[in-house]
């Protein structure tokens, strides 16, 4: 199987995040890949720290991160694409728009609807 894909997006305040995370899951399946959705099988009740010291050692399994839309804005995303920047993880995005940020100039876009322009995985 392809590639090992940490998914990376805003959890808290985002109506449907699980929702959100399990369709960049189910995509990332179908392009061939070993997707890792951080919010499957999430201890219910842990605090932000443990929930991030838990995703943080499941991205440094991976070979690269997808970043969901709105990843800038979510404190612990934001952490999450700043190891992967640092460690020369590979990392994708959701949003095309996202290669302006400060920091995202080196990643690649990726569209997950095929029309969107950016590369696909």
Known sequence: MGTCVYIAGP????A???GRF???ELWLLEQGHR???PMAGAPEGASWKEHMKRAIRLLLDCEA????RG????PGAALEAG???ALGITRYYEDPADLGRAGAADGVPVSTKGDRGGERM
């Not at 959890?11 to 985002?14: C, Q, T």
């Not at 991160?65 to 969901?68: P, S, Y």
Request: proline share 4%; aromatic share 8%.
């Open 22 to 24: 399990r369709r960049a």
């Open 65 to 68: 991160v997808f970043l969901l």
């Open 83 to 85: 190891i992967a920047r």
């Open 35 to 37: 997707p890792v959705n």
């Open 71 to 74: 990843w800038a804005d979510s």
């Open 11 to 14: 959890i808290d305040g985002v």
């Open 16 to 18: 449907d995040a699980a």
